[in-house]
Structures are given as C-alpha cells and as structure tokens.
C-alpha cells in the first residue's frame, strides 16, 4: 500500500485489501502530504479490517485533507474506540459531507460520538 496515493489523485479506493492497522498507518503518511490533501475528494477502505488503532492512525489524516467530501470506512471493526479517535477529525473537516460507517461494532456509545461530530452539517449523508 506504501507510495499508493499519489499527487493530485482525486478518488483512492482500497475495498477488500486485507489492510491492517499498520497498512492504515502508511496509509495515513500518504494522506498527509501537501499534495494530497488539497486533491483528495473520496477515500474508500471498505471491508478491511484496520481496527481502532488504524482508525486512530488515519484521524488526523482525515483532518487535513481540506477537499475530502466521501469517506466509506464500511466493515473495518473500528469499534466505538476507533469511533472516538475519528469524532473531532470528522466535525472538524468542513469539506465532508458523506461517511458510511456501518459494521463497525461501533456500540452505542460509539454511534452517538459520531452522530455528534456530524450534527449540524447541513444535508450530510451518514450511514451508521
């Protein structure tokens, strides 16, 4: 997955990769450079299995990539943990306006930090 997202790629898509924690970490790197986050507008890392600690890798990725308006993380077993990390990344980045979250064993708890990091986004489409 190292050197995957490239400079001024709009859309990455990593469904059924088998990712890990640590492939969310590298991933992570990627998605921090200048040159992704004003270009990256969807991510997809649909059913892989990176886990909180990939979620908490991918957190502050999230965050800075300034143009991401879709974010499918569907499937990853990030638990209500993984949710907490990735609340105030989700509430903070004002370009997204799509997150589908389902199957993640996210508990109520879990459920509900995300619901508050999205509420009052005007015509944000959360599937949780």
Do not use: C, H, M
Not at 16 to 37: E, F, Q
Not at 63 to 72: D, E
Not at 110 to 125: D, M, T
Request: no cysteine; aromatic share 4%.
């Amino acid at each position: 997955i190292r050197d995957s997202v490239q400079p001024d790629q709009t859309s990455a898509d990593f469904p059924y990769r088998g990712l890990k924690p640590a492939d969310a970490i590298l991933l992570a790197s990627d998605l921090s450079k200048p040159s992704v986050t004003g270009s990256l507008t969807s991510l997809r890392l649909d059913y892989n299995n990176i886990g909180a600690e990939g979620a908490k890798a991918l957190a502050p990725a999230i965050a800075g990539i300034g143009s991401l308006t879709s974010l499918r993380l569907y499937n990853n077993q990030i638990g209500a943990e993984g949710a907490k990390a990735l609340a105030p990344a989700i509430a903070s980045n004002k370009s997204l306006t799509s997150l589908d979250i389902e199957r993640n064993n996210l508990s109520d708890e879990g459920k509900a930090v995300i619901q508050a990091a999205v509420s009052g986004k005007e015509g944000f489409k959360l599937v949780i």
